[in-house]
């Protein structure tokens, strides 16, 4: 290759490099806004469950699922 190939490379490269960067930092700030959103939608909802005497309702987590008999006669 030559150094003007190599040239050609690195500018794709470096703008693919910006292009990523710019879309993470769009994602990062959503992700605040969404969390910024979940608290005060948390907040309003204790808030209203305790004008209304009631407890903060269960939220189910979900459960690994049994080890195949694969998995247990590998451990």
């Known amino acids: 290759m030559t150094q003007e190939e190599f040239k050609q490379d690195l500018d794709i490269l ?22 910024a959103r979940l608290q005060q939608l ?4 204790a808030y209203l469950r305790g004008k209304l005497n ?6 189910e987590e979900e459960k690994p699922k049994d080890e195949t008999p694969e998995e247990k006669s590998e451990a």
């Not at 948390?42 to 909802?45: L, R």
Request: glycine fraction near 4%; avoid cysteine.
């Open 42 to 45: 948390n907040g309003v909802a």
């Open 14 to 35: 470096e703008a693919e490099i910006s292009n990523i960067s710019t879309q993470l930092t769009a994602v990062n700030n959503q992700r605040a806004s969404l969390v």
């Open 54 to 59: 009631m407890e903060k309702p269960e939220v």
